[in-house]
């Protein structure tokens, strides 16, 4: 912890700390073996979740920062302000993983967030506002689907109980996995779910190749891109392989084919705006020579433009539909999250900030969706974005330099501070 003295916030992060601790918090669920050294396997509300979440309370311990926990699962560090009874300024990210992720996703913000509080104790600045650094619980969604369901529950843009009976592939429902968390974090003081902040500023690695491509240090985020998820299951009829005339058949696999090309013609795109992935498919019996009776897939669906993101979207059951011969047709849509924009408050903190501190940096819209997206209607709301290699995320190969994630962390300790103060 010796520092040589800093005069100034962002001069007094650390970029070696940062990396550390960086490194410390992957070594936590590291997946064995991972060929490109970085794998991290770190599912919300297991015992790896906790475990990071004791060292990050010790380091936030280290400057006097104090802890909370809300009803759900939500850790929340906070460092005092001159006027403690100010609307604080909030930062931070999340802390689980993708079941095949990395090293930064998510973690980054965080652990900026603490380091950004850290360079603020180290070089004896006191804030009007406090500020806080939350974690916010399952962002991810990997073993509970759908994510963010921490900030979403914290927001009210969901009922914390609306998700007690989700289940994870072991069968745990998310209210028992949750209840067996919280009693484990006992000691921690409680805090209601849900305030209104100041400002909320998430520092995140891109995901994408954009700033990289362009050579750019920061990204202002502008907005995020709406994500609407469905589930679409086709229900057919079984038969023998070899006996079976095609003509007597009720094929769901024939059919879901038919179904993706219609939805491939639906999503068509010139501008290359538009997301559409067919990510997982279902196949029953699956074996190879039976006629398919069940095939199920998933739609992952986003766009920048509500209007599209409602227009298209609300065509998908219509199209299959039309589309198939046979089988019976179920599309459930499982999550929806309306495009947002940023607040221009926090967007223009965070454009200045990069400027003042010599970084290069340009606006951009964020393709992946955040806990900043639930947190835009309690509170003005922006993105830090820092490039990552090749634009590679939920993947053991995701890589920013220790540099770009510093840079990151300074212009955040800058944008906290000025927001902070007013
Ligand atoms: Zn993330």
Same mark, same amino acid.
């Not at 700390?17 to 396997?41: K, S, T």
């Not at 919280?182 to 909320?200: F, K, M, Q, T």
């Not at 947002?340 to 903190?349: I, R, Y």
């Not at 819209?365 to 634009?391: E, L, N, W, Y």
């Given at each position: 912890?010796?520092?040589?003295?800093?005069?100034?916030?962002?001069?007094?992060?650390?970029?070696?700390?940062?990396?550390?601790?960086?490194?410390?918090?992957?070594?936590?669920?590291?997946?064995?073996?991972?060929?490109?050294?970085?794998?991290?396997?770190?599912?919300?509300?297991?015992?790896?979740?906790?475990?990071?979440?004791?060292?990050?309370?010790?380091?936030?311990?280290?400057?006097?920062?104090?802890?909370? +926990?809300?009803?759900?699962?939500?850790?929340?560090?906070?460092?005092?302000?001159?006027?403690?009874?100010?609307?604080?300024?909030?930062?931070?990210?999340?802390?689980?993983?993708?079941?095949?992720?990395?090293?930064?996703?998510?973690?980054?913000?965080?652990?900026?967030?603490?380091?950004?509080?850290?360079?603020?104790?180290?070089?004896?600045?006191?804030?009007?506002?406090?500020?806080?650094?939350?974690?916010?619980?399952?962002?991810?969604?990997?073993?509970?689907?759908?994510?963010?369901?921490?900030?979403?529950?914290?927001?009210?843009?969901?009922?914390?109980?609306?998700?007690?009976? =989700?289940?994870?592939?072991? !069968?745990?429902?998310?209210?028992?996995?949750?209840?067996?968390?919280?009693?484990?974090?006992?000691?921690?003081?409680?805090?209601?779910?849900?305030? +209104?902040?100041?400002?909320?500023?998430?520092?995140?690695?891109?995901?994408?190749?954009?700033?990289?491509?362009?050579?750019?240090?920061?990204? =202002? =985020?502008?907005?995020?891109?709406?994500?609407?998820? *469905?589930?679409?299951?086709?229900?057919?009829?079984?038969?023998?392989?070899?006996?079976?005339?095609?003509?007597?058949?009720?094929?769901?696999?024939?059919?879901?084919?038919?179904?993706?090309?219609?939805?491939?013609?639906?999503?068509?795109?010139?501008?290359?705006?538009?997301?559409?992935?067919?990510?997982?498919?279902?196949?029953?019996?699956?074996?190879?020579?039976?006629?398919?009776?069940?095939?199920?897939?998933?739609?992952?669906?986003?766009?920048?433009?509500?209007?599209?993101?409602?227009?298209?979207?609300?065509?998908?059951?219509?199209?299959?539909?039309?589309?198939?011969?046979?089988?019976?047709? +179920?599309?459930?849509?499982?999550?929806?999250?309306?495009?947002?924009? *940023?607040?221009?408050?926090? +967007?223009?903190?965070?454009?200045?900030?990069?400027?003042?501190?010599?970084?290069?940096?340009?606006?951009?819209?964020?393709?992946? *969706?955040?806990?900043?997206?639930? =947190?835009?209607?309690?509170?003005?709301?922006?993105?830090?974005?820092?490039?990552?290699?090749?634009?590679?995320?939920?993947?053991?190969?995701?890589?920013?330099?220790?540099?770009?994630?510093?840079? !990151?962390?300074?212009?955040?300790?800058?944008?906290?501070?000025?927001?902070?103060?007013?």
């Amino acid at each position: 912890m010796s520092q040589p003295a800093a005069t100034t916030g962002a001069a007094a992060v650390s970029e070696a700390r940062q990396w550390e601790r960086l490194m410390a918090m992957a070594a936590i669920g590291a997946i064995p073996g991972a060929i490109r050294g970085g794998g991290v396997n770190r599912a919300c509300l297991t015992r790896l979740d906790r475990d990071a979440r004791r060292v990050l309370i010790g380091w936030a311990g280290e400057i006097g920062a104090t802890v909370t +926990v809300d009803s759900a699962g939500n850790l929340w560090l906070r460092r005092e302000g001159a006027d403690p009874g100010a609307a604080p300024v909030l930062t931070g990210s999340h802390m689980d993983t993708q079941p095949n992720g990395g090293r930064f996703d998510g973690i980054y913000g965080v652990i900026a967030g603490l380091e950004a509080l850290t360079a603020l104790h180290l070089a004896g600045i006191t804030t009007r506002r406090p500020i806080e650094v939350v974690a916010w619980t399952n962002e991810e969604g990997g073993r509970f689907a759908p994510g963010c369901m921490g900030s979403m529950a914290w927001s009210g843009c969901k009922p914390l109980a609306a998700f007690a009976e =989700v289940t994870d592939p072991d !069968g745990i429902r998310f209210a028992d996995a949750l209840a067996e968390h919280l009693a484990a974090e006992v000691d921690i003081s409680p805090r209601p779910l849900g305030h +209104v902040p100041h400002a909320y500023v998430e520092a995140h690695i891109e995901q994408g190749p954009i700033l990289e491509n362009g050579g750019k240090d920061i990204g =202002v =985020v502008s907005g995020i891109q709406g994500s609407r998820w *469905f589930t679409v299951t086709l229900t057919g009829e079984t038969a023998h392989a070899g006996t079976t005339p095609l003509a007597a058949r009720r094929d769901a696999v024939q059919d879901m084919v038919r179904a993706i090309a219609a939805l491939n013609a639906l999503m068509h795109d010139p501008d290359d705006v538009l997301r559409f992935t067919v990510g997982r498919i279902v196949v029953e019996p699956n074996t190879s020579n039976s006629v398919a009776d069940k095939a199920s897939f998933t739609i992952d669906f986003r766009h920048p433009d509500k209007a599209v993101l409602l227009a298209r979207g609300d065509a998908i059951e219509d199209v299959v539909r039309a589309a198939v011969r046979d089988a019976g047709v +179920v599309v459930t849509e499982t999550f929806h999250a309306l495009p947002v924009e *940023f607040h221009p408050m926090v +967007v223009g903190a965070v454009e200045e900030a990069a400027g003042a501190l010599g970084l290069s940096h340009m606006r951009l819209p964020s393709g992946a *969706f955040h806990d900043a997206q639930f =947190v835009v209607p309690v509170c003005p709301t922006g993105m830090i974005f820092v490039p990552c290699r090749k634009g590679i995320s939920h993947n053991p190969a995701e890589y920013s330099e220790p540099g770009q994630l510093a840079a !990151g962390t300074r212009v955040l300790t800058e944008v906290l501070l000025r927001l902070a103060n007013e």
